[in-house]
């Protein structure tokens, strides 16, 4: 790793099988992170782009190969250890927005800290504090159905944010907003970086990642097939 680094994939693979067949979803595919950086991993639909988040944020396992963030290797914790990493260090943020349906924007974010010993005053003093932080304080009590596509997404950006995450892996975050709340998400994950969030963001828009990112990396069937150019210094 760089001195920089904040995580580093080596020889990272995962394959599964589909019947017959084996599915190559990543294959041996070498990526490092830098600490402040907003990297964008391009890619059509299969290229593999997801199964890398997922993998780096732990919520999946590798067939071979290995994730080290700041020089320790995931396979190497326990699984306290892991869901340790999954709950204090890692933010997630998905094109689904993957929110609970009967419950508040505000109960949406507390469930984050659920996981970590948090007591319940201190849940909903920090669930509000972000969702007010995002322009939600007069949406606490509105559950999805009555919030706007953009609206959930910034929710769901809240429950990633609510946990103090040193990284936000953002899964097609605007794969299914309109083109303003698209740009509205965008600007939120561009700020956020600025405060010196690290992002790892997979998208098919390149355009998006153009504007947005640090650096882009291409996928296709698994393999990283561009590295990308820096855009400029991370320091």
């Known amino acids: 790793m760089t001195h920089n680094s904040f995580m580093q994939t080596v020889d990272l693979c995962r394959y599964y099988r ?7 979803a990543v294959d ?5 992170v830098e600490r402040g950086e907003f990297l964008a991993i391009v890619g059509a639909s299969g290229s593999g782009k997801s199964t890398m988040l997922n993998l780096m944020a732990g919520l999946d396992t590798p067939t071979s190969g290995r994730i080290e ?21 890692v933010g997630m943020v998905f094109q689904s927005f993957n929110l609970i349906s009967h419950q508040t924007a505000l109960r949406n974010v507390e469930t984050a800290l659920l ?24 949406r606490l009590d509105h559950r999805p159905a009555d919030l706007s596509g953009g609206e959930q997404q910034r929710v769901a950006v809240a429950r ?32 956020l970086n600025r405060q010196g969030l690290i992002i790892v963001m997979a998208t098919h828009d390149v355009d998006m990642a153009r504007h947005l990112a640090h650096r882009i990396v291409s996928m296709d069937y698994g393999k990283l097939v561009d590295t990308g150019d820096d855009r400029e210094e991370i320091s």
């Open 18 to 24: 589909r019947g017959p067949q084996e599915i190559r």
């Open 28 to 32: 041996e595919v070498n990526l490092h």
């Open 69 to 89: 963030v700041e020089g320790t290797d995931l396979s190497s914790l326990t699984r306290r250890q892991l869901a340790f990493y999954r709950a204090h260090r």
């Open 115 to 138: 996981f970590n010993d948090t007591p319940a005053r201190e849940r909903r003093r920090r669930a509000t504090e972000i969702l007010e932080k995002l322009g939600l304080g007069d």
């Open 160 to 191: 990633a944010l609510v946990k103090g995450p040193h990284i936000l892996f953002a899964d097609e975050p605007t794969g299914n907003l309109d083109h303003t709340n698209t740009d509205q998400i965008g600007e939120l994950l561009a700020d």
